[in-house]
């Protein structure tokens, strides 16, 4: 089946310490994306990528790290210069940059 | 005042009633997208639309570009209707901005 697969579903995290969020697409998409969700506020971007070996800054950069090696794998890191890690983080791709994104199960992040 | 504001931000219904949300946006676009988000979390895209009217199943989704807003409607609700509702627009810019959901609770 295709899609995209991001794991864990839960993780927990001691304060100060790297942690890094994997995805996984199999649908062949160029473009990826990084959103971080927390409650009351919309799907905030993190990092994309539109082409393996690039990736952009989104609006809230700042203390996360990306790679794009593979065109299937997009993983995220939170450093722990991130003041607020904590949130549920979605992972999306499109086949464009600007086509109709599929989002994967997302992985609820919580630090301590 | 966000680029995307949806309105209501919580709604309960019983099974069987018409519902409706509602999609203002503020920016010049060239599509909106209606979203669902199940309690587990994962999202799925109901609707890609840039004019007029769409329908799948149960599900009306409308916009009207000179009014700058869209409405999601679902006829005979159900119980598994029950999730977040997100719409998103892709602004002219190509950024998507999303609004921050209609949760909808339907009771049998």
């Known amino acids: 089946d295709g899609g995209i697969t991001q794991s864990p579903k839960y993780l927990f995290r001691k304060e100060g310490q790297n942690v890094t969020l994997s995805c996984e697409q199999n649908?062949?998409?160029?473009?990826m994306y990084w959103y971080r969700q927390d409650p009351g506020q919309g799907l905030r971007l993190i990092y994309y990528s539109q082409i393996v070996n690039d990736f952009q800054k989104g609006d809230i950069a700042e203390g996360y790290s990306v790679s794009r090696e593979k065109k299937e794998s997009f993983p995220l890191t939170v450093t722990s210069a991130q003041k607020n890690p904590t949130a549920f983080y979605l992972c999306?791709?499109?086949?464009?940059?600007?086509?109709?994104?599929?989002f994967g199960p997302g992985t609820r992040l919580t630090v301590t | 005042k966000n680029e995307v504001e949806q309105s209501p931000q919580n709604l309960t219904a019983q099974e069987g009633e018409f519902i409706t949300i509602n999609c203002s946006y503020s920016v010049g676009i060239s599509a909106l997208h209606w979203l669902q988000q199940h309690p587990g979390g994962g999202i799925v895209s109901l609707f890609m639309?840039?004019?007029g009217k769409k329908k799948h199943g149960r599900l009306i989704a409308t916009i009207n570009i000179q009014e700058k807003h869209s409405s999601l409607h679902i006829t005979a609700s159900h119980p598994r209707d029950s999730a977040v509702y997100i719409c998103?627009?892709?602004?002219?810019?190509?950024?998507?901005?999303f609004g921050t959901g209609t949760r909808l609770q339907v009771f049998p």
């Open positions: 999306a791709s499109s086949k464009t940059n600007i086509g109709e994104q599929y």
């Open positions: 639309l840039s004019s």
């Open positions: 998103a627009v892709r602004a002219n810019t190509d950024k998507l901005i």
């Open positions: 649908l062949n998409h160029d473009a």
